[in-house]
Structure formats: C-alpha cells, structure tokens
C-alpha cells in the first residue's frame, strides 16, 4: 500500500470532513436541512476549497460529481440517474417523452446526460465552450459566478430547444430566437442563490414561452430568504417551477469571507501543487513544498499506451450537438467489448482510475461503470478541468493535489493552464485518460503535457480516444462560427495495432480503411500486363505476397546485423534534422508503406534522445493519382499543418518526390518537402545519407511493414469520403519482422549518437539543394537500353528489390564491385531467372529494368508510372 493510500485509509477512519479546513479558517459553515442526519449527509456529499476567483473565494467540492474528486464511476452516474428518476416521476410518462435534456458546460455535462438517462427517452445537449466550424449557434449564455463564462448552445438539430429540455448546470442571460415549447427542466450540480437559473429561465422565457418548469440540482444551498424567491418568481412568469434535489441546507458565509479567502490562496498557493513520484522525498508534512510541475523533474516520460477503443460509428462523443434515444440505444450494447479492451491493456493494476476531459464527461463515465464490471480492481472517476482551485494537502480539505499543464484542445480562448485534481498521489497504479479526438494533440503528448504529467505518477497511462462528432448537417447563417481547425465530417479515428498492423497502437495511426476482408491481389504477370495496356491502375490491385524461402530469410537477417548501425545513423541524423530545421514539434506522416518503418524509428529516435513523443501517422499516396486528400483533411483537423512532415523511406528517380509536391499544390497549408532516409537520387534537402545502400526494409513487403499491404484505390471500394485502402495480413504473422527490425536498429541508437551530432552539424552548414542527378541517370538508361519509358527505369537498392518482388522484371544493372549491398538482389534475380549485368559508371548501387515486353499502351488513365511506395 502506498504512502498516500495509507494516510487516506488512517484519514477516513478518523472520519475528517474535508471542508473543516476552509470552515476553521474562513468561518463557512455547511447546515443540513433540519434532519437529524441533514448534517451529516451534506458533509458526505460536499466538501471545501478555495479558489482565485474574484468573484467567490470558496469552493463547494461534490464528492458524487466526477469532476474534482475520483470516485466510483457507478456512484457518480447512480446519482444522476435516480434524479432523472425521481424527474421522470414527478412529469408523468407522456411529459417525459416530451422532455429535452440540456446540460452546461463543464461540470455538469455529465451529470446531465445521467439525467437523461434516468428520463429515459430524453434526448441531451449540453453548452460548450468549444467553437465547431459550420455549426450555427442556437443561443448562448454568461455564468455569473463561473472561472470560463461564455457558453454556446450547438446542437444539430435546430428545432431541439423547441421541445421540452432539461438543463444543467448554471446559467445566465441567454439569447435565442423565440420559439414556444412544453416543460422545460432544468439541472445543476448546485443550486446556491438561484439567481444563475432564474434569469436563465426568464431569458428563455421571452423566447420559448413554457407552461411549466423543473430545477434540478445534487444540492439545494439556498438560503431562507432565496427560497421565497422561487415562488414569487414562478408567478411573475406565470408557468409552474418544481425543485428537484439529491439534498438540501445552507451555506453560511461570515463578513469579509471574498477577501479572507483570497488572503488564504495568495498565502498557500502552490502548496499542492503536484511533484514527481521521484522528487515526492523532499515534499514536507503540510504538503509538496513549491509549486513544481510533474514534468519537471521526472526521470522521463514513460509512454502511454493507446486503446482502440472501436467506438461505435455514429454515436457522438457527448451531447454538445445532441444525444438521443438511438444513440444511446447504439452506445449500450457496445460498452461492455470496450471495457473489456480497456481491461485487456490494463494488465495487473489493482487501482484504477477513469479521467475524463473538461466537458467529455459523459464518455468516460460510462466507459467507468462498464469497466467496473470487467475487472476486480478498484476503478475511481474524475475529469480535469479549466477552474483554478488552490491545493493543500491536508485531510481536512477537498482538494489535496493538484496536476497543471497546458490546454490541448486548441481552444477558442486561446492557450492557458488546466487542471487534474486529487490524481497525483491517490495511489493509482493505472490511469486511462480518455480525450475527444480534437484533444490528441502535440500538447496532449509534450513533455508538459498532461501525459507526461500522469506518467510521472502512475505506472501505466492509456489513452483512450473518442471520435469528436461533428454534425453531418452544418447550417450556416450570420451566428455561424468558423474555426481555424476542425476535424471535418465522417472522416473515422486512424486505425491502429494490434487490430491493424502487428506495431504498438502508438507507433503509428493508419489513415487507411481495412480491406483484409477484400480479394484483391492477383497474379504479378497477369498485373503486369493489365497496368501497361491501360486495362487497369497499379492501385486497383494487390501483387501476391511473397513469401521469402529460408535461404532470403537467413539473407535479410544477416542484411539487418550488418547495416543496423548504419541505418540507425541515418535515423538520427534525418530526424535530428528536422527538428533543427523544420519545426521541434513535428507531426511525422510516412507514405505507406515504405515510409512507415522509418516514420516508427523516427520517433523512436525522438523519444529516446529527447523524450518527445511524436504523433506518427501513415497516409497513401498513388502515383498518378496523388495523396489521399481525405487523410490530410484529418490531419489538418487535428493538427497545426506547419508542424506535418512527411517522410518516406528512399528517392529513386524522384518521382513519389514530385508526386507529393504537385498533390500538395491545391493544400497550400502544408510543406511538400519531404525527409528520407537515404537520398541516393539527390531529388531532397531532408536526408539521413545521400548512400546507395542496402536498407533492410526494402528486402521485404509486409513482413517488414507492420504485415500491411500496399494500399488500394478502386472506386468501387474507396468513396468520396473515406479514406485509401490497405490489407492486413494477419495470417503471415510466424514470419513477421517488423518488431525486429525496428528492435534491432534502435538498439544501436547510442552507439551512433556522436556520429549522428557531427554530421547533422556539417548538414545544417552544407549546400543540400536538389540536383536531380538520379533523374537524370534514368533518363540515360532509357534511351541507352531502348526502353524510352522512364517509368519502367527503377534506379536504386530499394526500388531494384521492389522491381523482383512486384513486377516483370528484364534485368538488373549492378554497379561493379558494390559488393553486400546487392547480395539480395543477385539472390532475387537467381529466383527469378533474370540476369544481372555489372556496369561502370552508374550513379546508383544497382537499377532494376521492368520488362519491355509490357510497354504497348498507358500505364494508368493519364499515363502515369506504375509503382507506388
């Protein structure tokens, strides 16, 4: 048992309320409601705390609410639900199929949705405080007494506030169009002096004239000349107000309490505030001494783990644009598989906790209670949040640690700080921080960032990501806001290993949709003569999967032993380079599937030299056809597209290289500047080395690449809106190297670290301009040899290989004396039957001439080449 669960356990036998150290200090007293356990059970559901906030000093902290305090996810939604209940039975069945659940961002969205729930056949919305591009706003409103104020009401449906709703959370001065409606409810975890919710419901009263309304909340703390209020309020407006609550009493606040509490923060401010586990020795008995951030002196970020969680297709992430009856008819059944996927990476852990994001409350509660079911350990919830409370750690006050690190959801607001409340210490063994796909940011993953933050408090960080829903119908009109970056409609999650691909879900995310199920490969001759007589593209179809005999495997794995320190080289150079040139956040993107093993080891190697967790992904490019739009609408959706770099694994002749550039034009908000490993072509000014040599990925196809296949472009099974396809071939997995491979390389990342240095040093001071020298090469060989069709001329070690595992190939001409580099290739073209002739002068180690045979006719529709990497 930890230090910190030992003195809780001590803590709550002793029974310390944790409001007793604001109460003694600031003189607030809590008063229960009159029954002999009214104090009692207030205290069970509240406790304390003090924040900077000029406008109140203190803070009431529920212990049930799921926000500040971790607590079991089934209580957490339990109390919700029995209010929509107790709601569902105060309205009658037929009012309730009427009702609308409206909830305000951040701490009661997920109360709100368990509102609903208990309702039934209520659909939800919440406020947000996040612009979404093409969705116009349906009102809006300012919290009094809140940290962030500005709330937006977006739901997709525009009539949904035309009904009945339940609203949660407090709010203000709202501004709608005038609509009529039935009872609307409304449902906040506090309801203090009422003022909050009472000019809300007067502003949605001009607007939306009702009959009736109900108010909700976990605690009714009003005091006994604001009770009268309600009634005099109610026949102002001539509609019914019911009151709802979990409890009831008052909060008694003394004279002078605002500045005496804002005396206490400035006086204890950063007494909580959270250190490594590492740095926690020095932390003295009335808390973790100086504000000091997680990051700051942690041995390392430890990486976290991403869950493929398969969320449903078509259930929002939340109710900010509408949850309804269908869709929570669609999230029920699929929870308990995704709680048992979160179970399966949890591995041993005993203590468990579910954190949720701001106001992605509802998501990560559900996938708490489900998870609850699935495992023996001890499951807690939570949310991080944008409100400032100062920490003591004191067993007498509700907020005894806190986390900081930057926003990562590119909020309208602009940067700022966020919190995690009462994780760092709780002994937990295990956190799954579950985020909307608009937060997996470079944020969420910097060495500030909250990842990194729980590592250094926790064995074991998950990551689960939940799609950010978009609605499909986006209305404009003058109210309409348009944000610089938004993840656009339909597009689904990248997928990852194990479920795609035999890499770790976080080496890399596929912006691919999977095909394995699809027959598509079809014999290389019969390829071979399709593609050159214009019958049909390179893309529309698989070559078979060659299966290497012993003799080739033996060949690569000796391959790999003797150039992985040279390989590694490279590594640490190309990727050093971009980081001293290109941006010290960059988001990798590898063509698939070549540029994806080295895409992998490149973030390997940031890791490992500078603990940054770079975002990888894997996008396709068809040559003649271009890069998959759809994939870097995604990427510009989640990502700063400065920060995209593109990375592939070798140049041949340059043409992928000009590809990109030209697919590029029309996305002038990305750089088409590629970086490689090796630039034998000369064709880019990112580059590890500008060697002809053997790279031991080339030997291989999927069994080197994650057993994916090349990827797919075919109308029939690629729409306007989905992604390029790919295969996974699970059934190679005996024979798979990936891990291998990639094992092997970054093994010798610290033997080449000084080499790396000196020659990134003399790249950076060097002319690397393109001088297309490869191009130029092929060009010559084509007429020399009478092909006159540079798209059959594969110059290179990488691209050779590909011409004798893909193609018809002629002959191979090998650079006389190249010596191991080509010991594959003689293998391969022994294999094949095909001769190879050793030449002088030949800029590269080896070209590979595709047959002639095949030249009658296009290549593609435009006449383009016939090879994709």
């Given at each position: 048992m930890s230090e910190y669960s030992a003195r809780t356990e001590k803590e709550t036998a002793n029974v310390v309320w944790s409001g007793s150290w604001v109460a003694e200090r600031l003189g607030v007293e809590l008063v229960g409601d009159g029954r002999p356990d009214g104090d009692r059970e207030l205290r069970d559901l509240l406790g304390l705390a003090l924040r900077r906030n000029p406008k109140r000093a203190h803070l009431l902290v529920s212990n049930v609410l799921g926000k500040h305090v971790p607590q079991k996810p089934s209580v957490v939604y339990g109390t919700g639900f029995e209010l929509g209940r107790r709601v569902r039975e105060l309205l009658g069945d037929a009012e309730a199929r009427r009702a609308v659940v409206l909830g305000y961002a951040e701490t009661a969205?997920?109360?709100?949705?368990?509102?609903?729930?208990?309702?039934?056949?209520?659909?939800?919305?919440?406020?947000?405080?996040?612009?979404?591009?093409?969705?116009?706003?349906?009102?809006?409103?300012e919290e009094s007494h809140s940290h962030a104020t500005s709330h937006l009401l977006l739901p997709e449906d525009p009539d949904?506030?035309?009904?009945?709703?339940?609203?949660?959370?407090?709010?203000?001065?709202?501004?709608?169009?005038?609509?009529?409606?039935?009872?609307?409810?409304?449902?906040?975890?506090?309801?203090?002096?009422?003022?909050?919710?009472?000019?809300?419901?007067?502003?949605?009263?001009?607007?939306?004239?009702?009959?009736?309304?109900?108010?909700?909340?976990?605690?009714?703390?009003?005091?006994?000349?604001?009770?009268?209020?309600?009634?005099?309020?109610?026949?102002?407006?001539g509609a019914r107000v019911d009151l709802v609550t979990r409890s009831s009493g008052t909060v008694t606040l003394p004279e002078g309490v605002l500045e005496k509490g804002q005396a206490l923060v400035a006086a204890h401010d950063g007494a909580g505030s959270a250190v490594p586990r590492a740095a926690t020795a020095t932390a003295t008995a009335s808390g973790p001494g100086p504000a000091a951030t997680a990051a700051a002196t942690a041995p390392g970020p430890r990486p976290c783990t991403r869950?493929?969680?398969?969320?449903?297709?078509?259930?929002?992430?939340?109710?900010?644009?509408?949850?309804?009856?269908?869709?929570?008819?669609?999230?029920?059944?699929?929870?308990?598989?995704?709680?048992?996927?979160?179970?399966?990476?949890?591995?041993?852990?005993?203590?468990?906790?579910?954190?949720?994001?701001?106001?992605?409350?509802?998501?990560?509660?559900?996938?708490?209670?489900?998870?609850?079911?699935?495992?023996?350990?001890?499951?807690?919830?939570?949310?991080?949040?944008?409100?400032?409370?100062?920490?003591?750690?004191?067993?007498?006050?509700?907020?005894?640690?806190?986390?900081?690190?930057?926003?990562?959801?590119?909020?309208?607001?602009?940067?700022?700080?966020?919190?995690?409340?009462?994780?760092?210490?709780?002994?937990?063994?295990?956190?799954?921080?579950?985020?909307?796909?608009?937060?997996d940011t470079p944020e969420l993953h910097a060495p500030d960032g909250l990842l990194a933050q729980l590592a250094a408090h926790t064995d074991h960080v998950l990551l689960a990501v939940v799609p950010s829903y978009i609605p499909a119908y986006a209305p404009s009109g003058p109210d309409t806001y348009v944000s610089e970056r938004q993840e656009p409609p339909m597009l689904p999650e990248p997928l990852r290993g194990p479920a795609f691909s035999s890499y770790a879900p976080d080496e890399v995310g596929w912006l691919l949709q999977d095909l394995s199920d699809t027959e598509l490969e079809a014999p290389t001759e019969e390829r071979e003569e399709a593609i050159q007589s214009g019958g049909a593209h390179y893309a529309e179809s698989l070559p078979v999967e060659y299966q290497p005999s012993a003799q080739y495997q033996d060949l690569f794995k000796a391959a790999l032993e003797l150039s992985a320190a040279r390989v590694a080289r490279a590594v640490g150079t190309v990727t050093e380079t971009v980081l001293a040139e290109r941006t010290p956040r960059p988001v990798l993107v590898s063509l698939a599937r070549a540029g994806t093993p080295v895409g992998v080891l490149m973030r390997r190697w940031a890791r490992h030299r500078h603990g940054i967790d770079l975002p990888h992904y894997a996008v396709s490019i068809v040559r003649g056809r271009g890069i998959d739009a759809n994939a870097l609408r995604w990427l510009a959706a989640h990502h700063d597209p400065a920060d995209v770099v593109f990375?592939?694994?070798?140049?041949?002749?340059?043409?992928?290289?000009?590809?990109?550039?030209?697919?590029?034009?029309?996305?002038?908000?990305?750089?088409?500047?590629?970086?490689?490993?090796?630039?034998?072509?000369?064709?880019?000014?990112?580059?590890?080395?500008?060697?002809?040599?053997?790279?031991?990925?080339?030997?291989?196809?999927?069994?080197?690449?994650?057993?994916?296949?090349?990827?797919?472009?075919?109308?029939?099974?690629?729409?306007?809106?989905?992604?390029?396809?790919?295969?996974?071939?699970?059934?190679?997995?005996?024979?798979?190297?990936?891990?291998?491979?990639?094992?092997?390389?970054?093994?010798?990342?610290?033997?080449?670290?000084?080499a790396v240095d000196a020659e990134v040093k003399e790249l950076l001071a060097a002319d690397r301009a393109p001088t297309w020298e490869g191009w130029a090469a092929v060009e010559?060989?084509?007429?020399?040899?009478?092909?006159?069709?540079?798209?059959?001329?594969?110059?290179?070690?990488?691209?050779?290989?590909?011409?004798?595992?893909?193609?018809?190939?002629?002959?191979?001409?090998?650079?006389?004396?190249?010596?191991?580099?080509?010991?594959?290739?003689?293998?391969?073209?022994?294999?094949?039957?095909?001769?190879?002739?050793?030449?002088?002068?030949?800029?590269y180690t080896c070209v590979g001439l595709i047959h002639p045979k095949y030249t009658r006719g296009a290549t593609g529709a435009d006449g383009k080449a016939v090879e994709s990497k």
């Amino acid at each position: 048992m930890s230090e910190y669960s030992a003195r809780t356990e001590k803590e709550t036998a002793n029974v310390v309320w944790s409001g007793s150290w604001v109460a003694e200090r600031l003189g607030v007293e809590l008063v229960g409601d009159g029954r002999p356990d009214g104090d009692r059970e207030l205290r069970d559901l509240l406790g304390l705390a003090l924040r900077r906030n000029p406008k109140r000093a203190h803070l009431l902290v529920s212990n049930v609410l799921g926000k500040h305090v971790p607590q079991k996810p089934s209580v957490v939604y339990g109390t919700g639900f029995e209010l929509g209940r107790r709601v569902r039975e105060l309205l009658g069945d037929a009012e309730a199929r009427r009702a609308v659940v409206l909830g305000y961002a951040e701490t009661a969205t997920g109360l709100g949705h368990a509102v609903a729930d208990g309702l039934g056949v209520a659909p939800y919305l919440h406020s947000t405080r996040r612009p979404v591009e093409g969705v116009a706003r349906a009102g809006g409103f300012e919290e009094s007494h809140s940290h962030a104020t500005s709330h937006l009401l977006l739901p997709e449906d525009p009539d949904l506030l035309a009904g009945e709703c339940v609203l949660t959370d407090a709010g203000a001065d709202m501004d709608m169009g005038a609509r009529t409606g039935a009872p609307l409810v409304l449902v906040d975890d506090e309801f203090s002096t009422g003022n909050t919710v009472l000019n809300t419901i007067r502003a949605l009263h001009e607007r939306y004239p009702r009959s009736r309304y109900v108010i909700v909340a976990l605690v009714d703390m009003r005091s006994p000349a604001d009770r009268g209020r309600l009634t005099e309020f109610a026949e102002e407006i001539g509609a019914r107000v019911d009151l709802v609550t979990r409890s009831s009493g008052t909060v008694t606040l003394p004279e002078g309490v605002l500045e005496k509490g804002q005396a206490l923060v400035a006086a204890h401010d950063g007494a909580g505030s959270a250190v490594p586990r590492a740095a926690t020795a020095t932390a003295t008995a009335s808390g973790p001494g100086p504000a000091a951030t997680a990051a700051a002196t942690a041995p390392g970020p430890r990486p976290c783990t991403r869950v493929d969680l398969r969320w449903p297709a078509g259930v929002p992430d939340g109710g900010r644009h509408g949850f309804t009856p269908v869709h929570r008819a669609a999230l029920e059944p699929a929870l308990p598989a995704m709680a048992a996927r979160i179970a399966g990476a949890l591995g041993d852990a005993r203590r468990v906790l579910v954190l949720g994001f701001e106001e992605l409350m509802y998501a990560p509660l559900r996938l708490g209670t489900a998870l609850e079911d699935h495992t023996d350990a001890e499951v807690r919830y939570s949310t991080t949040t944008r409100s400032p409370v100062l920490a003591v750690d004191d067993p007498g006050y509700a907020i005894r640690t806190r986390l900081v690190f930057p926003a990562h959801d590119n909020p309208a607001d602009g940067p700022g700080d966020r919190y995690a409340y009462n994780v760092a210490g709780a002994g937990f063994d295990a956190v799954v921080l579950a985020v909307d796909s608009a937060a997996d940011t470079p944020e969420l993953h910097a060495p500030d960032g909250l990842l990194a933050q729980l590592a250094a408090h926790t064995d074991h960080v998950l990551l689960a990501v939940v799609p950010s829903y978009i609605p499909a119908y986006a209305p404009s009109g003058p109210d309409t806001y348009v944000s610089e970056r938004q993840e656009p409609p339909m597009l689904p999650e990248p997928l990852r290993g194990p479920a795609f691909s035999s890499y770790a879900p976080d080496e890399v995310g596929w912006l691919l949709q999977d095909l394995s199920d699809t027959e598509l490969e079809a014999p290389t001759e019969e390829r071979e003569e399709a593609i050159q007589s214009g019958g049909a593209h390179y893309a529309e179809s698989l070559p078979v999967e060659y299966q290497p005999s012993a003799q080739y495997q033996d060949l690569f794995k000796a391959a790999l032993e003797l150039s992985a320190a040279r390989v590694a080289r490279a590594v640490g150079t190309v990727t050093e380079t971009v980081l001293a040139e290109r941006t010290p956040r960059p988001v990798l993107v590898s063509l698939a599937r070549a540029g994806t093993p080295v895409g992998v080891l490149m973030r390997r190697w940031a890791r490992h030299r500078h603990g940054i967790d770079l975002p990888h992904y894997a996008v396709s490019i068809v040559r003649g056809r271009g890069i998959d739009a759809n994939a870097l609408r995604w990427l510009a959706a989640h990502h700063d597209p400065a920060d995209v770099v593109f990375v592939d694994g070798w140049t041949g002749k340059g043409a992928i290289t000009r590809e990109l550039s030209a697919a590029l034009a029309e996305f002038e908000v990305f750089d088409p500047e590629i970086a490689v490993l090796a630039d034998p072509g000369g064709c880019v000014r990112t580059y590890g080395t500008r060697e002809d040599f053997l790279i031991p990925s080339a030997c291989l196809n999927s069994t080197v690449s994650g057993l994916i296949s090349r990827t797919v472009l075919r109308s029939d099974l690629v729409g306007p809106e989905d992604f390029h396809g790919a295969k996974f071939y699970r059934e190679l997995a005996e024979t798979d190297v990936s891990g291998h491979f990639l094992d092997t390389v970054a093994a010798q990342f610290d033997e080449v670290v000084d080499a790396v240095d000196a020659e990134v040093k003399e790249l950076l001071a060097a002319d690397r301009a393109p001088t297309w020298e490869g191009w130029a090469a092929v060009e010559r060989i084509s007429e020399e040899y009478g092909i006159h069709d540079v798209n059959l001329v594969k110059p290179g070690v990488g691209e050779t290989t590909r011409v004798l595992l893909r193609r018809v190939p002629w002959k191979i001409l090998a650079k006389r004396g190249a010596g191991a580099d080509l010991e594959h290739i003689r293998l391969l073209a022994e294999q094949r039957g095909v001769p190879v002739e050793e030449v002088d002068g030949l800029p590269y180690t080896c070209v590979g001439l595709i047959h002639p045979k095949y030249t009658r006719g296009a290549t593609g529709a435009d006449g383009k080449a016939v090879e994709s990497k």
